[in-house]
C-alpha cells in the first residue's frame, strides 16, 4: 500500500489555524485518495507559518530537504510539497528516488493537458513575479495568459471562503477576458477550501486544484514506477552539512 | 466503478496479430489499473491496420470520432486513444465530456515533469516529422531534444521483441547524447511490448511508457472529475454528417 | 499550361448555395489567375457541408485524400484546399509531389512578410482554438496577436455581405488595436465575398484574402517547380485502404 | 504589365564580372518570369561590388533608398533588393507602396511552407552571424536549423561553378544531417548560377532559389495587390537629407 | 586614462539646437562618468539631422561606419552610438576591436536584469516598429512588453520638457498597466533631458536612461578588457569601398 | 565611496583552502575595482563548503537572507552573491534596495551583448541542468547553446591551476563547435582563478570572469542609482522567521 507524505513546508499546526487544520487537511486528503493509498501530513518545525514570498521560500528550503531521509525512514513512498510554489523541488528530488510533487508543476503540466492557454488565481500579488518566473523555469511561459491574486491573507482565506469565492470568480472573469481557457488555483490553502467545482460551475471553465492534481500525480506516478530523472536531478557528491544561522 | 475504453483506431483484429492481441491488450491494461478502475477495448471495424503516416492518420479520424458517441452509450467513461499520434484528439474532444486521453499529449506532459528535456523513441521514420509538429501543437517543441525510430514495421514489433529492445537500447543512447535527460516510447505497440522498465534499467533515465502513462492520465482525471476546457474543444454547431468516401 | 484544382473538402453544390456557387468560385478564381493558369473547381460528394470544427475537419479528411489521386490522374498539377483550417494538407502532401497549399498557411506566411504582426478574422467562434494550435504547428504563434470571429454562419454569409463587411471593420479594429500590423480573412467563404480590398481600404492596413494567396503560392510554387520536402512529408510505406464507418 | 526592377546594390557593371552579367542576369530572370511581366535590372553606381558582411550593408543601404525614387519615376511597380542579406529592406518600404522584396524574406517564408525546418547554403563564412541575427528579425529563428558556407569569393562563384556544386553537395549534406527538410541558397549570385535543381536532384529534398523566390513573390503581390503595412514601415515624417560621407 | 566616445550620427550642431547642445551632452556625460574616464563628443558632418525611422538610420549608417577608424586615430578607447535605435552597430563591430555600445541594446540587457519584463517609452510613434524588430534580433521579444510613444519631435523634446515628463508619466502608466515591472527611456534626447529619476519617482518602478546605461557598459566593458565576439562581429575580408549617392 | 561586499555562501575560510583565500579573493576584487570602489569579503558562517548541486543552494539560502540586513548595517551599498548558481537572488533582493547581483544573471547578459550565443564552462557536471533551469528562468534559453564541465572538484581548482586550464580549453572548443561565438566561466571559483584572459587567447573568443562581470554590474548599478524593480522582487508583508533545523 504506497504511502504519501503532504509535507507542510512551515509550522502551520501552531498558527492561529492551529493543530486542527492539519486533521482537517488529512482528512481532506484521505477522502480524496485511491481506496489503496495512505496519505499522512507531516509539517515541519521552524520557518514561516505561511509561504507569500522568494524570501520566505528560501528560508523554508533547508527545513524541505531535511525532511526528505526523515520521510523516507518513515516509510513514505512520495511526498507531495505543500506550497504552490514548489519551494525546494530540485533540492529535494535530488536527494531521493521518491517522486516529490510540485503541485505548481503538477497543476501547471494538467492545466496545458485541459486547454491550450491556462490562468493562475493565486492569494497575495506579492507572489506573482515569482511564479512568472517558476512558469519560465519549467518551460511553460508560453502556456500562462495571466496571473491574478485574491490578496485574502492566506491565513484568513478559510473564515472567509465566501468572499473569497467570490474575489476568485471576479478575478477568473478578469482572465478568462485575457484569453485563458483553463485555471488554477494557485495555493495549497485555496485547494484545501474544496471550492475548485464551485468556481468550475461559475465560470465554466475547468478549475485545476492543485490538492487534487498534486495528489493523483503522485499516485500515477508510483502506480507506474515512474521516477524523475537522475540527469535531470543528480544527488550531491559531497554530504550535506546542516545550516545553523 | 469508473469504465475507461481503449479505443484502437484500426480493425487490428483482423491483422495478422489476429484477435488474441486484443485480449493481450485487455489484459495488460486490467493488470495496470487501479483496482476500482475497469477497462476494456474497442476497435475500429475500417480504416488502417496501423497508423504510420499522417494520411493513415486522417483515414482513421471519422471511425474514432464515430466511436465516442457508441463509447458513451456503452457507459465508459473516459477514452484512450490508441494511437500515440494522438489522431482526431481536438476532435473527439469537441463531441463529448468524457475525458479523452492523447497518448503523446499525457506522455510528453509526464516526461517534462520528471525531467527537463525529453527525446522520444518511435517505431517508423516517416512518424518523425508528424511527431514534430505535434510537439509544436502542444507549445512543447523546446522540451523535446531528439526524436529517433527503431525503423521495424509496427505488427513485427512483438515477434522480434528482444531485437527491438537492442534497437531501443542503441537509439536511447543516441538520443541522450544529444541532450535529453528523458525517454518516451512514441508507439503504443512498444508499450505494449512491456520493455519500458528493462530499456530503464539499460539506459539509466526514466523511460514513459504511453500505455501506462494514458491510462494513469485517465484515472487520474476521472478521480479529479477534471474535464477538458468547452473553450478549447467547443462542441461544433452543426450536426455532423457521416461521410462516405 | 499549369491546371490548378481548387477541392471543397464537402458538397458545397448540395448545400442552400447551390451548384451555382461552385461555378460563382470557378469564375472568380479563373479572373484572378495569371492567363496561362487553368483553374478548376472539385467538391467532396460526401462530409460535411462546411468545415466549423476540429470534428467536421476529421470527417472531411479521407475525401480529402481520396481526392488526389483522381485530380492527378485528372491531370492537375497543383491542389488548393478549399478549407482556412488547412484540413488534411499533411496527409495529402505525403501522397503527391504536386504542391498542395493550405490557404492558412499561405496566407499567414505571406502576412508575415508584409508586417510583424498579424491578426486573423474568421468566420465562427468556434474555430478560434484550432486556429491557435494551427499557428502553433507552423511555428508562427509569435506572429499572431489576436483572432477574432464575426459570427455570421458560412452559408449565411453570402446574403449578408453588407452585414459582414460591417462586423469585419469592428472586429478588425479591436484586432488592431491589440498591435496587429496585418490582417487575414480567416475564411474561404470570407475571400470569394470579394471583399479584402473593402476592408483593407476602411481599416488602412493589408487584409490578406485567403483565396489570392492560396492562388499565387500555387502559381509561385508551379512556376518555380517548389515541391513540398519528403524528409516533411515521407510518403506512407504501406497501400492506404479505405474507411467504411 | 507590371514591372520589376532587380536592383544590385552595387556597382557590379564595373566589377570583373562586367557589364555582360548585367545582361545575363536581365536574361535569366526575363525567362523565369511570368510572360505578362517585364524585369528589368538596374545597379548602384557606387557602393562595395559585392556584399559580404554588416558594414558593407551598411555602405550600401542610401544607394538603395536613394534607387526608390527613381526607380518609381522610371514607372517600375515593384523593387527585388539583389542582395540575401536584405539590407536597407525595412528604410526601402518606409518610402514607397511598391512592394520591395528581400530574398531572405521571401526564400525563408517559402522554405518554411515546403517543409518544418530549412537550412541555409551560403557563399561566405563572414555572413553566418548576420543571417542568424535576420532570422531573429524576422522570428524565424526557430525553423532555421543550420546555416554554412561554401566559402568560394562571390565574384568567383561563376567561373567555379562545377566547384560550387560540390561544395553545396558536402554543405547541404551536413545541413541535412542536422535536421533540416529543406534547403535555400543564401546569395543572389549562387541563385543566378542556376543550381538549384542540380543539387535537388543531388540531396533529394527542396531546393529554394533566391532568385527565383523573390521573382515570384513580387509577381504574386503585384497580382493580390498586396501593399506591406503601413503600420509596420511608416513613412518618415521628414524630408529625408542625402548623406555626403 | 580610457576615452570614450559619444558619437550623435548625424550633424546635431547644424539642427536648431545648436553647438551648444554639443557642449552639453559633453558637460552631461562628463559628469556621469567615472573620475578616470575622459568622455568627448563627435557628430557627423552628414546625413539626418535626427533619426525617426528605418530610412534615417539607413542614410546614417556609412557616416557611423567612417567615423570609427577616425575615432581610432584620435585615442578613443571605446564608441557610444548616439542614437537609440542602435543603427550601424553591427557593422561597426566588424570594423574594431574597440568596445561599440548600443544604447538600445545596453539599456534592454540592464532592464533585464532589474526585473522580468521591461516597457520602452520612446519619442515617435514611427519607431516603434523598428523597435520591436530590434528587440527580436537581440532575442529580447518576450522580455519586453509594450513600447509606446510621447510624440513630441525629438528637436523639441528639450524646450517642451515639462509636458515631455506628463507625457511619459502617462505613457507610462498605460506600460505598466500591460504588465511592465520596470521601464526604459527609449531615446538619447530623452536620456539628455535628465529625468529618467524624476520619471522613476512618480511610477515607482525603475526607469532606465540610455545615456547612463550606455556609459557604464563602456567603461564595465573598458575596464573588464572585454571585447565583441569575432564570431559575431568577423572583419570584412575585402577593403570598403566608400559610396557616392 | 561607493562600499560593495561579496558575500560567501558558506564557511569558506573553515574549508582546506583556509581564511588566506578570503584575504586573497579580497585583494584580487580591489585590484579589478575602480579607485573609487571599497570592495570587501565576507562569508556565512554555517552552510555548505562549497555549492555544486541544488539541494547545497537551499542549504545556503537563509544564510545569504540573513545577511542582507547584516550587510546592509555595516554600510554596504550592494552585494555581489559569491556563488554562479546566483541562490537566493530573488530573496535577497526581496529584502533591500540595494543591488544584489547574481554572477550568472550579470555574465549571461553581458555575453548576449559580446556576441550571439554564448556557452558556460563550469565546474563539475551535477550543476549543468541547474544552469539550465536557471537560463530558462532568465528567459536567456535561447542565447545559450552549450554548457559543459571540467570536472574537478571546486576546491581543488587552485591547486590544479594548469590542468584546468587545458580541461577549459578542450571543453570550451568542444561548445564553440556547437555554435557558442561567447563562452563564459561558470564558477566563481573559476573566476578566481584570474584565467579568463589566457583562455580567451587560447580560444580566441571572449571569455567573461564572472567575478568581473558581478563586479562590473554592481559598480555600474551603483553610480547609475539602479535599483531592482519593487514589482518583481516586493518586499514580504510580513516579519521573517528564523528556521532552526
Known amino acids: 500500500m504506497p504511502r504519501i507524505a503532504y509535507f507542510v513546508p512551515g509550522p502551520l499546526s501552531s498558527s492561529i489555524l492551529g493543530p486542527r487544520e492539519l486533521d482537517r487537511r488529512r482528512s481532506y486528503l484521505a477522502s480524496l485518495a485511491f481506496p489503496e493509498t495512505e496519505v499522512d501530513v507531516r509539517e515541519a518545525t521552524g520557518g514561516p507559518e505561511s509561504i507569500e514570498s522568494v524570501a520566505e521560500e528560501c528560508l523554508a528550503m533547508p527545513a524541505i530537504l531535511s525532511a526528505i531521509p526523515e520521510l523516507e525512514s518513515e516509510g513514505f513512498d512520495a511526498v507531495l510539497i505543500g ?8 533540492g529535494a528530488r535530488e536527494l531521493t528516488r521518491m517522486p516529490v510533487i510540485g503541485p505548481a508543476q503538477a497543476s501547471c503540466h494538467l ?46 482565506l ?32 485555496l485547494g484545501f477550501l474544496d471550492i475548485a467545482k464551485s468556481l468550475e460551475a461559475r465560470l465554466g471553465v475547468p478549475v485545476v486544484d492543485p490538492v487534487l492534481a498534486s495528489l493523483k500525480a503522485a499516485e500515477g506516478q508510483l502506480a507506474m514506477g515512474a521516477r524523475h530523472s537522475l540527469r535531470a536531478y543528480p544527488p550531491p557528491r559531497k554530504k550535506l552539512v546542516p545550516v545553523a544561522v
Open 158 to 189: 478559510e473564515s472567509q471562503k465566501k468572499d473569497v469565492l467570490d474575489h476568485l470568480t471576479l478575478e477568473g472573469q478578469a482572465v478568462l477576458a485575457a484569453g485563458a481557457d483553463t485555471l488554477i488555483l494557485g495555493g495549497m490553502t
Open 83 to 90: 506550497c504552490f510554489d514548489d519551494p525546494g523541488l530540485g
Open 111 to 156: 492545466a496545458a493537458q485541459l486547454g491550450d492557454r491556462f490562468g493562475i488565481l493565486t492569494v497575495v500579488e506579492e507572489v506573482i513575479p515569482l511564479l512568472y518566473r517558476l512558469m519560465r523555469s519549467y518551460g511553460l511561459q508560453n502556456h500562462v495568459t495571466d496571473i491574478r491574486a485574491v490578496d485574502v491573507p492566506v491565513l484568513k
